[in-house]
């Protein structure tokens, strides 16, 4: 079981930054690749970011590709989403999620992932 609790939400104009931490407890970190999801109002979940349990790979929707950024540092049971040149677009409640297993096809499917958080809100203003 791994439990996760995002932070770093606000609010900020357009053009803005901020950076989404995710921290984990529980099994062991190490052995999850983790995701970014977000949900905006009357829109389905959207995947974001992903990254490979060894930091090796990292993966992203092409409508934050060049803007985001998706790290993890296993040691502090943490990763991490630096969002730069923020959209109203952007606008959305942000999770992060935990999976077991991971396929270079599936990353981004919801029902790949086995743990999620709580969210939190990140509003972009024009």
């Known amino acids: 079981q791994v439990q996760l609790e995002e932070s770093g939400g606000g609010l900020v104009q357009a053009g803005g930054s901020l950076r989404l931490s995710c921290a984990a407890s529980?099994?062991?970190?190490?052995?999850?690749?983790m995701g970014w999801f977000r949900q905006a109002p009357g829109k389905e979940r959207e995947f974001v970011a992903a990254i490979t349990w060894s930091d090796t790979y990292t993966f992203y929707a092409d409508s934050v590709k060049g803007r985001f950024t998706v790290s993890r540092d296993n040691a502090k049971r943490t990763v991490y989403l630096q969002m730069n040149s923020l959209k109203p677009e952007d606008t959305a409640i942000y999770y992060c999620?935990?999976?077991?297993?991971?396929?270079?096809?599936?990353?981004?499917?919801?029902?790949?992932?086995?743990?999620w958080g709580q969210g939190t809100q990140v509003t972009v203003s024009s």
């Open positions: 529980g099994r062991t970190f190490s052995n999850y690749a």
């Open positions: 999620a935990a999976a077991v297993t991971f396929y270079s096809s599936t990353y981004y499917y919801r029902s790949s992932y086995d743990y």
